[in-house]
Structure formats: C-alpha cells, structure tokens
C-alpha cells in the first residue's frame, strides 16, 4: 500500500510541497500520520491557508459585490428591481429627499447661546430699502389697486384744496427756523408745492400774489422754563432765592416772570411763556427785503435774541446772570437746551438754565391736523407718482423740498409732535391700503404711537382716526403674513419688513382696544372661524398663519393632480403634496420661526405644522388605509402592477415619517398626543404584512432567475460561491434595507415583522437550497455527459457541486448576522424596557429559535447535498472495490485507483468546499464508503467468493481507514467498521486458517464460561521432548443424551489443526456406560515430531461422544492449547501433575465453512460437525 | 433536525447522518389561534416544554416554539406558532397564517364567547392563510380549561360537537394545559388530521420542477417546507 500512496504523492508533490513546508510545525498532532498521506497534504493545505479574521456582516457581503451586481444586473431587472426599489433605492431616494427638506430644526433646549446671538441679525437696522419687493401682495387678487388709484388723487385733493395751497405758499415765504431752506430756494419749493398740488399756472401766480399781500403770520415764541443748576449763590446763607426774567431785545420792557423759587441754587420751574412778536414792527423790514437777502431769515430778524435774567431776592433784586439766544439759531421744530448763564465782565461761570424754545402759530389744532394729514396724502401721492416709488419700497423719506413743507406746516401751525405722528399713521395707513409703504414706517410710528396711546393724550376723535387707520393697517399686515409665501425666501428686505410688520402687532396687540372698535370686521377676516369673537391682535395672527397654510395647501391642491386615476399616481400625488407642504414647513424653520419668536413670541413653524398635520393625517390617512385595505391577496397575475405600487405606497410612509418626527422636533409633548400623524404607521400595518408576502414570492421567483443565470463559477478569485448567493443574499440584504428603512416605530410591531422576515428569510433559504442541489446535478450531468465516451463512467465530483454547497453555506451563515442586522437586540431591549424584562426574553427567545431554525434547516439542506454527492460517488466507489476484491492477486491496481478517484474528488472538494463543508463531506463520503464496504461484503457472504476477495476487501478496508484518518477520529462510524473488519477478517482467511481461527474462537469461548450446561472434564497434560502425554480422569455433569436419562460416553482426543498432525494416531478412551460422572483414568503417550511439537497454536481437542448402537454421537468438546501444556522432564510423572478442569462447549455456528461448498476440506470439516450436530 | 445547537457536532457526523436519512421528519407548521386567555400560549408551553405557568402574559404578537413528535411511526417536526388573541394584535398576527399546515381553534370551556368567536377566527384563518373557502384544510378544534369545576363551564362538549359537525368536522380535543389532559392528544390528533388529509389528496409530487404555483395549492402555501416523507 505504501506504494500506492508514494505514487500519489508523485504526482500532486510539486505543488503540496509548499504547503507541507508551511504547515508542518502546526501538524504536530498528525504525527502519527504519514506525511505521504493525502489526507495529511489536504490538511496541511488548509492549514496554510489564512484564516478568514473578519466577522461578517450582511453589509460587508453586500458592498463587497455591489460592484459585481453593477454588471450583473439582468437578475434585478427580471422584477423590475422590487428589492432595489424597496432596499437601496427607497433609501437613495429618501436621503435625496432628506437633503432637499432640509436639516430638522434643533430643539429648543438645544440651541446654543451663539445662534441666539445670531438671530438678532441686522433686521432692527431699517436702513434704505431700494429694491422693490414685488412679492408682497404684488398679485394679491383681493383688491383691484389700479381701478381706485385713479380717483384717489381727485378725491384727496377735493377738499378746499386751493386754500391748503395758498396757505402753504404763504408759510414758505415765511418760513421760520434756522435749519430750513438751506439746500431748497424758495422757487423750488413753490414748483414743488406747484407740482404736487397739480395746480395750473394761473391759480399758481393768482395765489402767489395774494399770499405776498397777506400780514405775515402771527407767531409766537413758546417758551418753557424748566430749571437751572450750578447757580452762583448771592444770599450769606450760600444759597439764593432765584426767578427768571425773559424779554425779546426788541422790546425789553415786555417781561415775563417766573416764580421766585427759595433757598436753592438748583431751581425747578417748568413754566410757559409765549412771546408775542411786534408785528408793526417787523412786518415792513422783513418785507423790504424778501427780494434781495438770501435765505431770509423771517422772524430771526425781527428779535435779535431773548434774555434771561436770573436775579435773587424779592425787593432787591440782584442780578445772577443772563443768556441771549439769538433767534436764528432755534430750530424750526423747537428744541430744548441747557444754556450757560454770565455776567458782564465776569468770567466766572454763573450756572446753566434747561429752556425749552419752540415757535408756534395761534390756529385750531383739529383745523391744523387735518390740514397737515392732507399735506401729507397729497405730498405723499406726489412723491410716489414723480419719485416711481415701488410699492412697499417708501420708508419714510421725503424729498427735500416736501420736508421743507412739512415742516413749516406743522411749525406755523403749531403741531405737536404726537399729531404729527398720528397725522402720518393716519395717512400712510390710508396710502398704504392703495399704494402699500414699507412696513418699518409704520413700525417707527407705532412705537412713537404707544405712550401717547397708552397715556390718553389723544382726544376721542384722534383715537378713533387712529383705530380706524389701525384697522386698515391690521388687514395690511395680517394680509401679507398670510401671503408670506410669496416673499423671496432669505431676502433681507423682505425679511426687515416682515420684522416691522410683527413689530407693528407686537405695538398694537400692547395697546388696549377700545370696546366699540371691531378690530377685525368679519366679513374682511373671512378665515376667522367664529365671526362673533373679538380675537385678540395675537390670536387674529395664529388664525392667519393657520390660515396662510391652509391657502397654501389648497394652492398646493389645486396645482397639483395626479396622473391618473390609478392608485399609484394618487399615491404619488400625495407623496408631492407632503414634500411640497414639507418645503413650505423647512422655509418656515429656516427663515421666519425664529423671527416670529422673538418678535411676537408665536411659534410660528409649530402653528403652521400643525394646521397642515391634520390635513395632511386626513388625506393620507384615507388613501392608505383604502389602499392598504385592497391589497390583502396577492394575486399572481397582477403581482408586478403592485409591486410599483408597494414601492410608491412606501415612499408615503417615508415621508409621513419624516413629517412625524418632524413634528416630535417642533411641537411640544403634550401636542403630539392628538396628532393623528404621529400614528402615521398603524395605516401602513396590512401595507407591510402585505409586501412581505410578497417579497417572499418575488424572492423566490428571483431565486429562480439567480439560480437559472447561475454559471456555479466563483464570482471572484477571493471566494468560493458563485453569482446565485450573490443574487439572493442582494434580496436578504435589499428586505433588510427595506426594513431599516421602514423604522417601524412600535416596537411589538417590529418584533413581529421582525420574527416574519426571518422565517420568511429560512424560507427562501430552502427553496436557494433545493434549486442549488438541482442546478448543480443538472450542471454536473452536462458537463460530464461529454466524457460519457470514456470506457469507466463514473461520478466525478465536479466544482458546480462545490459552488452549489458553499453557496447554500454562504447563505446559510449569512442568516445570523442578518437578524443581527435587522435590529433584533434592539428590539429586545426596547421589550424590556416598555414591558417586563421576562416578556422581553420570551420573544428573544422566539427570535432565537426562529433563527436556529432557519439556518439548521438550511445546514440540514446542505448534509442532504452532501450526501447525494457521496452516493453518486458510491458506484464508482463500489466498482473498485469490487475490482479490487475479485482479483486474487494484490499486485491489482484497483485499489490504486480507488484511492486515485478519491484523491481527485477530495482534492477538487477540498479545493472547492470551505472547510466546515469538506470536513463535513469527508464524513460523508467515509460513511458512505464503509456502508457500500459492508453492503458489498454482506452481499456477497451468499455467493461462493475466494477468501481471497474478503483478504482484498479487508487489506481495502485498512488502506481507506489510514487513508480517512478515521482511527484519529473517535465519533467516526466505529460500530459499521467492526463489524466489516470482523467479516472481513473471518472470509478474507484459507480454509484451514479459518477452520484453525474457528478453534481459536472456540478456546475463547471455553475460556469465558464459568460454568457449562455440558459440564466439564478433567485431564492432565505434559511434554516431554517431544512426546505429549495425557492423562484424561474424568467427564462431570455431562448432560444425557440417551432415553434412559444418561450417556454412554468416550473421550476422542484430537489434534489441531487436523491437517498438520494427520499423522498421528490419535487416542480414545473405553465407553463409561451409562453414567453421567464417568470416570475414565486413562493414559495416553502420543509421540510427535519436533516441528508438530513446536507448532504455534496447536490445540488439544478433547471430543467427548456418546457410543450407540451403531455409530457414536458427539456431545461436546474442549480445548487444551500446546501453549498451556507444561512442559517437563521425562522424570516427572504425570500423576504429580495439576489436574487441568475444562469446561465443555460446543457451537452450531459454522457458517463460514458452510458457504464453501466447493471445498472438499470444508464440507469434511461441516459433514464431520453436521455429524456432530445430527447426534445431538 | 435538532434546535439545540450543543448537539450540532453529533448531528453532523457519523451515525447521525443514517438515522437522518431513515427517519427523515416532515416539518409541519401548526398555527394556534383564538380569543385572547383562552391558554393557548398555555397549551404550546404545556406540549413543547411540559410546563405550566399559573401567571403568563399576553403573548406580544407571536411566539414560535419547535417540538419533535412521532404519530404512527413518522417522525414529525411540529414548528408551534402561537398567537396573541386580542384584536390590536390582529395585523400583526395575520401575516403568519400563509404557508401553515395545521391550525388549533382554540376556545375556552368557561368562556362561552371564545366558542361563540371560534367562527371568526376559523374565516380570519382561511382568509389569510389564502385558503379557499370551503377546501379542507386539517383544522384542529380545541376546548381548553377543562380542569375549571363543571358549575363554572359554559360551553358543552356536547355543543362543541355539534358546532364541528357543521364546520367541516374538524376533530374536538378537549383540553386541560393546566393539568395535562389531553394535550398530547391534541397536537397529535391535528398531525393525524393532517397526515389522513395528505394521504387522500395524494397530489402529485412536483419536486422535480419549480413550480411556484404550489404557493397556491389548495391547503398550504408553503413551497419550501420539505413535503419529504411522503417520498
């Protein structure tokens, strides 16, 4: 045998002599192997192989042949991709999505102190706005603007228009204060005033004159004293006791005084005075020089400076010290300031006084008002007709010459300045309705609006023109927050103006309203839902937030339909109408939440989510559920028009996932309780049930497909299966994509779809398995069916076979990490933390076996190839060993090609298989091999076979033991080997070796009894030289034989093995009759020749018989080996000797001996035992 | 065929692989259903495991259980699905009727409602397990709780009888899981039921060619549960 083996190693040495070198340190433990053995090259092979270090995971597998799947797609493509679509594409899609919506806004409590900062931004700083803002109600269909911009110049300017002018004319030829006029000559102010009045030539020079004949105006010096400080003291105690004198220079005897204020050099007076001007006096000078001085200077003239004088003491007045102000330099609209107080030739500082200078003009305030709110809209009107001021661009700033107007006007009329204010509301306001400003205008006058407001300075009449204003402005305001979807995203300007238009609310909504003034009329406010409730300025805005999302869904609605009828397109309908509400909610976050917040406190994002949840949970809820509720059958037929279908219905899901969380993110915990959408899943339940069906059936046609494509080559060189594990782990891995994407929210939920997808998982695993095992054997007979014209047909183990074991293999080990993947430990936590930790294991637990069932089965699927790969080696197999056995000669090579032919298909298994799996078939393969060894030996103990071929078989037997390495392995099949080797054994000797083996056994036998039913004998025994002498005593209990209850018993002696001492005359003793317990006494010398005495395994055979009538009857015999007769010299007698007590046996097994029949030695042998056996 | 994974390496190899092959157990995939607290997660505990627990919680959606069982001579591997009755697991239950091959109604004898429902859950069962109405399909009707003293019992044996007769005649196993009667007998009169069903449908054996229409047979959907045996 060992040449068999050397020639083997022959062959395959070359390239196994790396290996062995490689492994032998670590092949220690096959010491006892010989290194020329295949199996010991097979393991040193693999020994030398690197073992694979990284754990698996489904994703590394998937990645790793993402690019092999790139070019093999044609597997996909024969269901449209359902996997991908579910899997990796549905993900694709919904990051896209993701990245298009935006970033979820960060909670509250997770905003950083710096972003605070940020959002104060630059929106307080109004500064110019000059780019229009077209988007502010620029399309706004509620008004028609045009048809009444028309007749509203017409209808401002109807009122005594000529008069305002004329008045106007006359107070800019008599403008007072220092500060006008510098930059506007007065003819441009008159072309001015010419212009926006819209007055023709004519009336403009008719009016000119006459105002040129009019008095000039009666104008007063408002004076108010407020205090004075630092004051030098004049009475012994270091104080005084001061007043204040005031005088024009023109006409100083006119004075007026203040109270004396005691005891103090820091006075408090805040007293009034008005200084009349002469105008005799003044009136002809200023006149005469209206034509040729520059800028006159009207009044500044006519008094060169007022005095104060500050003096002490009652009676004595002593003088403190003065101050003159020139005339000139008080400012057209007043102003107050602290003036330092002197003395004549005395530098040192005599204190300061705090005077309050301002001019004015007796005329009725309500008269003047509303003569300066007309000056406004008509100047306004002008400014925006001549300026092209764009609408919502006007942020309070005049022409220069209209500034001059102004403010003469509300100067010489003695405006104050709250009139002025409110004047200026009043009339934007009323402006703003047809040619709308900028809202920071009106921001500026709310907030200069709100002490006189909130202090009652305003008379009834005012607050009621300011109510009304405000109504109009609210509507303004409200209007555009509703609108506010049609304002450039980001845009700064739009963004102050947004600013202003939340300060105005924030003012108003500060401001109590009085109890007659409806601030939002309903039949403006359509969208209030109960047309009777007074809302609050806060509450009128939440409305119309609401109220601007639910326009903008409607818009949405209405510009937006599906395709088609069918439920795909109104599927994809609804998906568009969440990302577009979706877009609308990120631009809210993004660019008004946070300005919302600070300006009016009103969680702006948060309103307008939830305004849209109910809508958006009312659509989709009834779309799902309908859809959903159809889809509880698969049909076959129309299995790919769902498939779409599914992909789309989860695409909705997504994106109601996307919209839920982001609610969890903007709403707070006690609203989300009621939102339908956060519950979007339960509409989906029967979706996904429903699509996990159905992924299991396009698995398995997919397995079909992979299966059918599959070429069982490996996919690369680095791995042992091929595209079909390839193609059906994609669906595994594509169903778990699928299912990480779904992030089923409830967690019994997920712990069922989860216990679903795996069985569903096992599932496919099988049926990859058995179209595998069919693929390979279809592949195998292909291929082999070319060779069939060689002489031998036989089975060879073929590399498909491998690749369809470690596909079934791949898979199988990749269920486990699949689970895994799947989010199971998760899962189980989340058990035990909502429920009970016990309740959490019970489904663990479920889990688990769930999983140990799939892939035992799987592994059982693969035991089952493996064995239908050994029994198709088994005929070959059987062939040469039956080969083998018939020859009787050894020098027969069928035993070397045995070997040969397990070498090779071990060599391409091993190569091929994994290691668990050659390990495994190697099992296999011996089991096999043994069970065709004993079927072959069994099979042929009844047919007449040469010794020879059981020699053979045996000598197989042992070379196939050391060849499988089986003695090193305890589990292997030891109980079917025994028995082979026993027959083996027994049917491999000659004859006679038999006959002697069947003695031997007999000795055996004799030796383990305790006690016999054929009782015993007692002999002694001795060599001497070569003579052998017995002495044979007597029989015990021997049984009877005869009717008469006993025997006639003789003991024959005999000398095994027969053939060898066929010479020697063999001795017997005289008949006992009839006695149980003969005793016989006899001596017998029987001289042997030197070889017969040397003769190992010689055996003395005492047959003790029955003497009948005719011919004696064998009872039962016993057996005294050479090897235990003492041997002594010729002085010893053998009556010294230990008597030897034999117990007798006797056996009716022969079987051996009896299927040679052609043997004359045997049938001698059996008809002398028959005979035996006949006289029982 | 075993769950136990200490056993793997003996059931890879050697002599194992001889009894795999002469005993060869169908895999049977046995769905229980009915109201909840009826015991039916009681009934699988006490069949699988011979346990009984006094206090079991509502089963969270399904639990799965294998047992190894032998009915006249064929080994059967039974994969136990058990349910949770109540009514808002219902979508998540539903899904695991497809591909079963037995299914236990189960009732409890002291709740006369659970009997009265056993209707719906046998209709909720054929519809989506995607069994035709009216095919036979081996059902199972089991009436537990029978240790509760006879004043407290609502539902006569009887009654239940009669209610088989009129619903495809499916076998009644009265049952105790709480002191063990008759649960044996149960699992085992289904497996019967189902065997007895098998041998008179003798469908012919389409394991040669893929046939994915076999998803639609008659009484079960399963195509990868190995019919084997019959072989």
Known sequence: ?1176 | MSGNNSTTVGTLRGGNLQNRNSQRSTLLKVVILGDGGVGKSCLMNRFVSNHFDEHSFHTIGVEFLNKDIEINGEAYTLQIWDTAGQERFKTLRTPFYRGSDICLLTYAVDDRTSFKNLALWRSEFLYYADVQEGSTFPFIVVGNKMDVPDSEKQVSTEEAQAWCAENGDPPLVETSAKDATNVEAAFGAAVAAWAQLEARLERPLVEDTVDLSKQQSPHRSSCCMPVSGAE
């Open chain 1, 1 to 1176: 045998m060992l040449s068999i083996s050397s020639e083997i190693n022959r062959e395959s040495s070359s390239m196994d002599r790396e290996f062995r070198k490689k492994g032998n340190q670590r092949m220690m433990h096959f010491g006892n192997l010989d290194e020329s053995h295949p199996y010991y090259m097979i393991a040193a092979a693999r020994m030398s192989q690197k073992p694979e270090t990284k754990p698996v995971t489904v994703g590394r597998i998937y990645w790793k042949f993402a690019a092999f799947n790139f070019i093999h797609k044609r597997i996909q493509e024969t269901d449209g991709g359902f996997f991908e679509n579910l899997g990796t594409l549905l993900a694709e899609k919904v990051r896209a999505q993701e990245q298009q919506e935006g970033p979820l806004p960060k909670r509250k409590d997770e905003k950083t102190e710096e972003e605070e900062e940020e959002t104060e931004d630059d929106l307080s700083e109004e500064g110019t706005i000059e780019e229009p803002v077209e988007a502010l109600l620029e399309t706004d269909s509620d008004r028609d603007e045009n048809e009444h911009a028309t007749n509203f110049l017409a209808e401002s300017m109807g009122w005594n228009i000529e008069e305002l002018y004329a008045a106007l004319v006359f107070m800019i030829q008599h403008q007072i204060g220092y500060d006008v006029s510098k930059e506007c000559e007065l003819e441009t102010l008159l072309n001015y005033l010419q212009n926006a009045f819209k007055v023709d030539n004519d009336v403009h020079e008719r009016v000119l004159d006459e105002t040129r004949n009019m008095e000039p105006p009666e104008m007063h010096l408002n004076v108010e004293v407020i205090e004075a400080k630092e004051l030098v003291s004049k009475d012994s105690n270091g104080k005084s006791d001061p007043f204040c004198a005031l005088y024009l220079e023109s006409a100083p005897t006119r004075r007026y005084n203040t109270a004396v204020k005691t005891f103090t050099l820091s006075p408090v007076w805040e007293e009034h005075f008005e200084l009349d001007f002469d105008a005799a006096e003044t009136v002809p000078e200023k006149m005469s020089k209206v034509k040729d001085v520059k800028g006159v200077r009207g009044l500044v003239k006519l008094a060169k400076e007022i005095a104060v004088t500050a003096t002490t003491g009652s009676h004595d007045n002593e003088f403190i010290g003065r101050c003159r102000i020139p005339l000139k330099d008080i400012p057209t609209t007043g102003h107050t300031m602290w003036y330092s107080l002197e003395k004549k030739n005395k530098s040192k500082r005599r204190g300061v006084v705090k005077l309050r200078l301002a001019f004015s003009a007796e005329h009725n305030a309500q008269v003047a008002a509303q003569e300066y709110r007309h000056l406004i809209r008509v100047l306004l009107l002008h400014e925006i007709e001549t300026q092209k001021i764009e609408k919502y661009c006007w942020c309070g700033r005049w022409s220069a010459p209209a500034e001059v107007l102004l403010l003469q006007h509300s100067a010489q009329r003695g405006l104050l300045a709250r009139n002025v204010t409110l004047a200026q509301w009043i009339e934007y306001a009323r402006i703003h309705q047809e040619h709308p400003l900028n809202f920071t205008v009106f921001n500026k006058l709310a907030i200069d609006l709100l002490r006189p407001m909130e202090n009652g300075l305003f008379s009834p009449d005012e607050t009621k023109l300011f109510w009304d204003a405000t109504k109009k402005l609210l509507y303004s305001c409200l209007n555009s927050v509703r609108k506010i979807r049609r304002l450039p995203a980001g845009d700064k300007n739009a963004m102050t103006q947004l600013s202003a238009i939340l300060g105005i609310l924030s003012s108003i909504s500060s401001l109590k309203v009085p109890a007659d003034c409806n601030l939002f009329p309903a039949k403006m406010y359509s969208w209030f839902l109960d047309p009777d409730e007074a809302p609050s300025v806060l509450q009128a805005l939440e409305y119309t937030v609401e109220q601007g999302g639910v326009e903008w869904f409607e818009h949405i609605l209405n510009n937006n339909f599906p395709e088609s009828e069918s439920d795909e397109d109104a599927l994809k309908h609804h998906i568009k109408v969440i990302q577009l509400i979706r877009a609308d909610l990120q631009n809210a976050i993004d660019n008004y939440d946070k300005l919302f917040i600070k300006r009016i406190n009103l969680p702006y994002a948060r309103c307008l989510y939830m305004t849209y949840e109910k809508r958006i949970s009312d659509m989709c809820m009834i779309i799902t559920e309908d859809i959903c509720g159809r889809l509880k059958r698969i049909e076959i037929e129309n299995a790919d028009v769902e498939l779409n279908l599914g992909t789309t219905l989860f695409e909705l899901y997504l994106a109601l996932q996307r919209y839920a969380i982001l609610g969890q993110v903007l709403c707070a915990e006690g609203q989300l309780e009621g939102m339908k959408v956060q519950s979007y899943h339960e509409w989906f339940r029967a979706g996904v049930a429903h699509w996990l069906d159905i992924a299991v059936y396009k698995a398995l046609k997919r397995i079909d497909r992979a299966v059918e494509f599959d070429t069982l080559q490996a996919v690369d060189n680095s791995v042992q299966y091929s595209s079909s594990a390839v193609d059906t782990l994609t669906i595994f891995y594509q169903i778990k994509v699928f299912w990480t994407q779904l992030a089923w929210p409830d967690i019994e939920g997920s712990y069922t779809f989860i216990a679903k997808i795996i069985d569903d998982i096992c599932k496919c695993s099988i049926a990859y398995a058995d179209k595998m095992a069919k693929k390979a054997e279809l592949t195998t007979d292909l291929e082999q069916l070319s060779e069939s014209s060689v002489y031998e047909k036989k089975f060879v183990v073929s590399t498909a076979w491998c690749f369809a074991i470690n596909n079934i293999d791949y898979i199988r080990t990749s269920i486990g990490p699949l689970a895994n993947d799947l989010g199971l430990q998760n899962i189980v936590d989340a058990l035990a933390e909502s429920k009970t930790q016990e309740e959490a294991e019970r489904c663990q637990q479920t889990l688990q076996l769930i999983i140990d069932n799939a892939t035992d089965t799987v592994r059982n699927k693969i035991i089952e190839l493996l064995q239908v790969v050994a029994n198709k080696m088994a005929p070959a197999m059987n062939r040469y060993l039956m080969e083998g056995a018939e020859l009787i000669d050894t020098t027969s090579n069928s035993m070397e090609r045995l070997l040969q032919y397990l070498d090779s298909n071990l060599t391409t298994l091993h190569d091929y298989l994994n290691e668990d799996n050659f390990e495994r078939i190697l099992l296999v393969i011996w089991d096999t091999i043994s069970e065709s060894l004993f079927q072959l030996v069994h099979n042929n103990l009844e047919r007449r076979r040469p010794p020879s071929f059981y020699s053979n078989l045996h000598r197989s037997l042992h070379t196939l033991i050391r060849y499988f390495n089986i003695g090193a392995d305890e589990a292997a099949n030891v109980r079917v080997l025994e028995k082979i080797e026993h027959l083996l054994e027994l049917h491999g000797l000659e004859t006679a070796e038999l006959i002697h083996r069947y003695h031997q056994e007999r000795i055996k036998e004799q030796n383990e009894l305790d006690e016999s039913e054929y009782g015993q004998i007692t002999v002694k025994a001795q060599f001497v030289d070569n003579s052998l002498n017995i002495q044979i005593l007597n029989a015990r209990k021997l049984r009877p034989v005869d009717s008469n209850g006993s025997c006639d018993s003789y003991v024959k002696v005999k000398l095994l093995p027969e053939e060898k001492f066929a010479d020697v005359k063999l001795p017997k003793t005289h008949v006992q009759k009839e006695n149980l317990y003969p005793l016989f006494d006899e001596i017998f010398n029987i001289p042997l020749t030197n070889e017969q005495r040397n003769m190992e395994n010689a055996i003395v055979v005492f047959e003790l018989k029955d003497k009948d009538f005719l011919r004696s009857r064998f009872m039962a015999e016993a057996f005294l080996p050479f090897s235990e007769i003492a041997k002594t010299g010729s002085d010893q007698r053998i009556e010294s000797l230990e008597q030897i007590h034999l117990m007798l046996s006797r056996t009716d097994v022969i079987q051996a001996l009896e299927h040679r029949k052609g043997d004359n030695q045997a049938t001698e042998f059996l008809s002398k035992l028959s005979s035996k056996a006949e006289r029982k």
